[in-house]
């Protein structure tokens, strides 16, 4: 929640400071540095979960020690290369992303942050192995509100000229952060021999790198569709598709990112037991889709409103790419949780398949939905792709594990987006007078009933109870 805070601030700072233009620009430097951080990072951020965790358990410090001297050798590496592919063809990246030199400067002094980046995400891989997720959040939110308060008064000052400088300081920030927060592990330093390194350290690039070809491909696949739209519509396009979805992805995302720093290793802890591993699919989308269906009636019913406080009143024209996009969140609600699986019971060239293919028909919709639709095509292309993604997961497991969706699912994901469709098609065809009333009974529905089936299964209102009686 403060971080969705504190991005929702900065992403009004940065909309009125810098427009879409501004926006675009800053976009486009970090879709490309994310690409190029997808290719050289080696998927260490999620492999290396693995490692770490069952390290951990086995409860052998000298082990656990080894494996954290083994990812952070790994990440120093990784990092280092980053930043040097990004500086060697700083000019052909510049070529590529604005269609002249030049940003070649500005490419070349971004490339440190991929080091900084990948030193970060080694120290917060750990924390997450080792399950401390306190460490872990408040290392996130600690980067979080230091990059409001270092890129907001450079933004000021300098306008568009200061969005270099405000991603590097960000990156080093969250890095020293990072840094602070999982030194107090109080984990020794381990001498690693070749042959550790090798086995460890083989071990996790072996994995992260089929996982980083995957990630390398959605990186990539995201920044065709940036090059598209910039190319065809301009920069401004650019800033408002990357404005429109950062509220998707971003703001909603964020619970997505927040359910599976636990998720994802308690599912690997019983994969092998597939009738286990379904309960845990099944419960992990119902709250996915209970903590997120009354957020996205608000998104249908208010959007403007929404838009217009997160940025400024130039960005209003993402709003119907944004009911298109709300809806195709239901799917991805129900389908990451499946996708999951393939990487917890180790099937990793199965789940290297999947997203490959999934990602190749998203970029296909992608562009076909601008050139017929614009803005709003590619909240239709969400819809659809995250339609078919759902299909897809669930007939892999179905196939493979046995997997389906239980009753209590089918009918909370029934009931939410009928609220969610009744909302989308309210803001269609109802004058504002009349979908502000409707819709807030919707959202007020859809709220009770999440709250009531939440309360059914983590006992809600006593835990809420309960915190407000230790703050008094």
């Given at each position: 929640?403060?971080?969705i805070?504190i ?7 940065v ?6 233009a ?6 486009l ?6 690409f190029i ?8 951020n ?13 409860g052998?410090i000298?082990?656990?020690s080894?494996?954290a001297?083994?990812l952070?050798?790994?990440?120093w590496?990784?990092?280092i ?17 604005f ?12 490339s ?11 120290q917060l891989?750990?924390?997450?192995g ?15 509100i230091?990059?409001l ?12 000229d200061?969005?270099?400088p ?6 080093l920030?969250s890095m020293?952060?990072s ?15 070749k042959?550790?390194?090798s ?6 690039i ?42 998707i992805n971003t ?9 599976v ?8 802890g ?5 009738a286990?591993a ?10 996915a ?5 009354p957020?996205?009636t ?6 403007n409103f ?6 400024s009143?130039?960005?209003?024209l993402v709003d119907?790419?944004i009911?298109w996009a709300?809806?195709g969140?239901?799917?991805k609600?129900?389908?990451?949780p499946?996708a ?15 997203e490959m293919?999934a ?17 709003e ?11 078919v993604?759902?299909v897809?997961?669930?007939?892999l ?6 997997f389906?969706f239980?009753?209590a ?8 987006f009928?609220l969610?469709?009744?909302c ?13 009333y409707?819709?807030?009974?919707l ?7 999440s709250?009531?089936e939440?309360?059914?299964?983590i006992g809600?209102k006593?835990?809420l ?7 008094d």
């Open positions: 929640m403060f971080n805070i991005s929702v601030i900065r992403s009004k700072f909309a009125v400071l810098l427009g879409p501004g926006m675009g620009i800053a976009g430097l970090n879709s490309t540095i994310g951080g997808s290719v050289t990072n080696l998927g260490l999620t492999s290396a979960v693995k490692n770490i965790a069952a390290a951990n358990t086995s052998d000298e082990r656990v080894m494996v001297s083994v952070k050798r790994l990440v590496g990784t990092g290369l980053g930043t040097m592919v990004t500086l060697v063809l700083s000019p052909w990246l510049s070529e590529l992303t269609g002249n030199k030049e940003y070649t400067a500005a490419f070349a002094w971004v440190v942050t991929l080091l900084f980046t990948q030193i970060s995400n080694g891989v750990i924390l997450q080792m399950r401390r997720l306190q460490f872990l959040a408040l290392a996130n939110l600690a980067g979080t230091a990059g308060f270092i890129s907001v008064p450079i933004y000021f000052i300098w306008g568009i200061g969005i270099v405000a991603i590097i300081l960000s990156a920030a020293l952060f840094l602070l927060y999982a030194s107090k592990l109080k984990i020794l330093p381990a001498k690693v021999t042959a550790d390194l086995s460890e350290g083989g071990d996790m072996k994995m992260g790198f089929i996982l980083s070809v995957n990630g390398l491909i959605a990186v990539g696949a995201s920044y065709i569709v940036r090059i598209f739209i910039s190319r065809v519509g301009g920069v401004e396009q650019v800033g408002l598709y990357n404005a429109g979805f950062a509220i703001y909603v995302g964020m619970v997505f990112t927040a359910m720093t636990d998720y994802f290793p308690r599912l690997s019983i994969a092998s037991d597939n286990k379904k309960n845990i699919i099944n419960q992990q989308a119902e709250i889709l209970l903590i997120l269906a957020i996205l608000v998104f249908l019913i208010f959007v929404i838009v217009i406080l997160f940025y009143s130039k960005f209003v119907n790419m009911h709300a809806l969140i239901f799917f609600a129900a389908s990451w499946i999951y699986v393939f990487v917890a019971k180790g099937h990793t060239r199965l789940y290297f398949y999947s293919t990602n190749l028909y998203m970029l296909a919709f992608n562009i076909l939905g601008y050139l017929w639709g614009g803005l095509g590619l909240g239709i292309s969400f819809l659809t792709g995250y339609f993604y759902l897809q997961v669930f007939l497991a179905r196939i493979k594990y046995d389906k239980d009753k699912f089918q009918k909370i994901f029934f009931l939410q009928m969610g469709l009744l989308f098609m309210s803001s269609k065809f109802l004058d504002n007078k009349y979908l502000y409707f819709g807030s009974i959202i007020i529905f859809s709220c009770f009933y709250f009531r939440l309360n059914k299964r809600l006593a835990l109870t309960d915190r407000f009686k230790r703050r």
